[in-house]
């Protein structure tokens, strides 16, 4: 047990205190890397997230600083043996030589040290040997704080902990140097017995934060949170605003993705990699291209053909690969170790056998859906006004989706309401039955006896194939999170089906699915020589695929206003905000998942 007081003791003037150290690391325990101490030190639950939970996301400063350690992250020099007499650097280091009797300093750029007596693991930028004394030097993108100590608390705790590992390792390092970048000044660290015992707490405190397993609550209306990266993944306002609905959420910063998903059809194709792009050729003859930087998802339909290195290259990029079969079926995708929130899963896989919490999450995700499906008609309504009578038994339907018993009555309720949603489909459609189609034929938009496999007819066909759409989007954000897709609460369980991602998209479905089938027949994006029928069974031909998939992602780029937070967002982001809100729910940090529903 550590004998000194705790810093906030001393500053306080309270009653000492002990200051508890972590208990021994079991075998195989990873190390405590020095920068997790930085963030647990500037927020714990950004430390949490990143280290247990395994989160990560650019911004523009990581990558800024990432630019800034482009030169002390290739290794070199050597550093002098612990004890060694001072003298002449030996043959290829990085030395600045000394006057006569004097040592000669040592640079090493990208050092590693580790111990397992303290649990630490550190990079070092750079450390200056001179003899046995050994300045760490930590490089930094901005410019130098003004502040009473020359710098800030997690900047000098990750600089003490190369300190200890330095003296572990047989140096003597009384001081190190923070090198800030944008204003090149150096500011020197003096490592106190103060600042040492701040760097062992926060070390224990990490360790102990880490084996408890309880993700810390979210900082309130705090400065430091617009400019995180990991704001998106951690939705501190969000949380706060869920809780008390005080304080509404400061708009998040979502930017537009520059990466969207590539979609191959073409029967025979071969997907390769050719050095940083992804070249698609058909009988070897090239015919599309696209750089690997802005894929986010590969999509892949029917009988193509994905080369080896191409595959391993988008699973070392974390980008999956979606297959699809000829007739647009989701038939799974394709990841690499995927998400290691191990936390998530198992929140997840414990609710799904709480048959209470899986009939309230279905309740409120059918509810959800029906109250979407009654704002789609309302918005689309092509005739005179819609009846009451029509949204007076949606509202019955509602209530009744919240009252359900069970599971059971709760698929009854969706499926009267699924049913009268379908017989009203043709009302939003422009000029119903003037549609030509090939040998004469009409368009059937009769909706009272929704088909799905086969679809009978050119809605319905679209209407499927925009849900496939959907549910593979769906799934790969899920996955992208850190779900099971094929885990869920209301969907039942079984192979190859990815019950969770459709609970999710139920109250997508209108908002997406059915309004892109809208735009596409009202706006003529689709023919009736799109359609190919057979045996029965009417599907889209290639170049009536091409069209929908274009206006499905260009609904899913579409930016709305959240109608909770208040602030825009694209649907694809939106849907990966859901999918975080149905995990912070999960894990307990919210009472009810919130769904989205528009007015």
């Known amino acids: 047990m550590n004998a000194g007081l705790t810093p906030s003791a001393k500053a306080a003037g309270d009653q000492p205190t002990l200051a508890l150290d972590a208990p021994p690391l079991p075998p195989g325990t990873p190390l405590l890397p020095a920068r997790m101490l930085n963030e647990y030190v500037y927020c714990a639950r950004l430390a949490y997230l990143e280290w247990v939970q395994g989160e990560w996301a650019d911004s523009a400063d990581t990558v800024e600083g990432r630019h800034v350690h482009r030169r002390v992250d290739k290794r070199s020099g050597k550093p002098p043996a612990p004890g060694a007499a001072a003298g002449k650097a030996a043959e290829g280091d990085d030395a600045e030589s000394g006057n006569d009797g004097e040592a000669a300093r040592i640079h090493v750029h990208s050092l590693e ?55 572990e390792h047989g140096y003597e390092s009384p001081e190190g140097v923070l090198y800030f970048a ?21 070390a224990a405190g990490l360790r102990l934060m880490a084996m408890g397993g309880q993700t810390p609550p979210p900082l309130e209306n705090s400065p430091k949170c617009p400019r995180c990266s990991l704001a998106p993944i951690c ?71 994905l080369t080896g290195p191409a595959l391993h290259e988008l699973m070392a990029r974390e980008v999956s690969v979606t297959w ?17 929130n191990v936390e998530l899963r198992t929140a997840q896989y414990r609710a799904s056998f709480d048959a209470r919490h899986c009939l309230q999450l279905a309740r409120d995700l059918v ?3 029906i109250r979407n499906q009654r704002t789609l008609l309302r918005r689309n309504w092509k005739r005179s006004e819609m009846p009451e009578a029509l949204l007076a038994e ?51 938009f009769d909706f009272e006896r929704r088909t799905r496999r086969p679809p009978t ?37 079984r192979y190859g089906r990815p019950a969770l991602a459709l609970d999710v998209m139920e109250p997508f479905r209108p908002l997406i699915a059915d309004s892109v089938v809208l735009m596409a027949i009202n706006n003529g994006e689709v023919a009736p020589g799109d359609f190919v029928r057979a045996g029965g069974a009417v599907n889209l031909s290639e170049n009536g695929r091409r069209a929908f998939i274009a206006g499905f992602e260009r609904r899913m780029s579409q930016e709305i206003t959240h109608p909770i937070f208040g602030y825009g967002a694209q649907y694809r982001q939106i849907i990966e905000i859901q999918s975080r809100l149905l995990g912070r729910h999960l894990l307990g940090e919210i009472d009810r998942y919130p769904n989205f529903t528009t007015r």
């Open 324 to 340: 699809l079969s000829h007739g647009g079926w989701f038939l799974g995708h394709t990841v690499g170790l995927g998400h290691k």
């Open 235 to 305: 939705l501190p306002d969000e949380l706060h605003y869920l809780r008390t609905h005080e304080t509404p959420p400061r708009p998040l910063a979502v930017g537009q993705a520059p990466a969207l998903p590539m979609y191959v059809q073409a029967r025979g194709a071969k997907v390769a990699k050719k050095g940083e792009v992804l070249e698609v050729t058909l009988d070897e003859e090239k015919v599309a291209s696209a750089r690997l930087m802005d894929v986010s998802q590969l999509v892949l339909q029917g009988g193509v053909y």
């Open 394 to 444: 949606f509202r019955h339907d509602i209530d009744a989706a919240e009252r359900a018993h069970d599971l059971p009555q709760l698929l009854g309720t969706e499926g009267n309401a699924a049913a009268r949603y379908f017989r009203s489909f043709r009302d939003m459609l422009s000029a119903p039955g003037q549609h030509g189609a090939g040998g004469g034929d009409e368009w059937q």
């Open 457 to 493: 007819d050119p809605v319905n066909a679209l209407l499927s194939y925009a849900y496939s759409l959907l549910a593979r989007s769906v799934a790969v954000t899920l996955t992208a999170v850190g779900f099971d897709a094929f885990r869920g609460f209301y969907h039942q369980s």
């Open 113 to 167: 040290l580790s111990s397992e007596r303290l649990g630490l693991v550190a990079k070092l930028d750079l450390a200056e040997f001179e003899g046995q004394r050994a300045v760490p030097v930590d490089y930094k993108r901005g410019k130098r704080p003004h502040v009473p100590r020359g710098a800030y608390e997690p900047e000098r705790v990750q600089l003490c902990v190369q300190a200890l590992l330095l003296e």
């Open 182 to 202: 944008a204003s090149r000044e150096r500011v020197k660290v003096e490592f106190d017995d103060e600042l040492r015992a701040a760097t062992r707490e926060a």
């Open 367 to 369: 509810a959800a859906k």
